[in-house]
């Protein structure tokens, strides 16, 4: 799997990820993004035997999608506070099987859960007491749906992400009645499926302010097959949403 450079400095490095590979070192043996980054300066000589490389945020193993890491301790610092405070604007598409619950076409709709996170590779799961799991916010805007004379109904759907919780966007989505096509984990339509990598999510556009000049950057990737084959014009489609926000 090869990680796309979409932009790099002395401060931070922003990527497209591919699905299939995890944001950082975790147990199994396979390449991450935050290693094949080290590999990558190393190999350039752009930096010395071990540099440092700064996880801010990260994406699930069958997520691909835009990503920054921070090259410098000041840097990662910075970009953690962008993402504590809201401050980075992560918009992500996503296939949805059906239409979610209130869904308004053209508006933005707003959803707050509390979230409970699995354990030991465990769904995590939504909870209904106030106090329970930790509190999970986004918003949704239907851009596009198949034709209704279809066996199965699919909506484009753009997702802006405030907290970033363990399979967020998958449970949320799920949770209001349209999973996302090819989530074998959380959509009951996939949930006996075996082998299943074409989860239709990717993180699609990422804003945030440069660590160091403080100039407004927005970085933005096209959705990818496991989008663009259920609707061909998905980065049409972002394209009008950014345009308009």
């Known amino acids: 799997m090869q990680v796309k450079i979409l932009y790099e400095d002395e401060q931070i490095i922003v990527i497209f990820k591919p699905a299939g590979m995890a944001s950082q070192p975790d147990r199994s043996l396979q390449m991450d993004a935050c ?3 080290k ?38 610092a910075e970009l953690s506070r962008q993402v504590r405070e809201g401050e980075m604007d992560k918009i992500y598409l996503t296939v949805l099987t059906g239409i979610p619950g209130g869904a308004d076409p053209g508006k933005w709709v707003r959803l707050e859960d509390r979230i409970e996170e699995g354990r030991g590779g465990r769904p995590s799961f939504l909870v209904t007491a106030p106090a329970g799991g930790k509190r999970a916010c986004l918003e949704y805007r239907l851009l596009e749906m198949s034709s209704p004379g279809a ?11 405030f907290t970033g919780r363990h ?16 989530d074998t984990k959380y959509n009951p339509l996939f949930r006996n499926s075996r082998g299943w990598h074409d989860l239709a999510l990717c993180a699609c556009s990422l804003a945030l302010r440069h660590p160091q000049t403080g100039k407004k950057l927005r970085f933005t990737a096209d959705p990818g097959r496991a989008i663009n084959v259920h609707f061909p014009d998905s980065g049409v489609r972002l394209a009008e949403l950014l345009q308009s926000s």
């Open 39 to 76: 590999n990558y300066l190393q190999a350039g000589g752009k930096a010395n035997a071990d540099p440092y490389i700064g996880v801010v945020h990260r994406l699930d193993r069958p997520v691909a999608g835009v990503m920054v890491y921070a090259r410098t301790r000041g840097a990662a």
């Open 167 to 182: 399979h967020q966007i998958r449970l949320q989505m799920a949770g209001s009645g349209a999973g996302i096509y090819g």
């Open 35 to 37: 290693s094949w980054l």
């Open 151 to 161: 066996d199965q109904v699919l909506s484009l759907t753009a997702v802006r992400l």
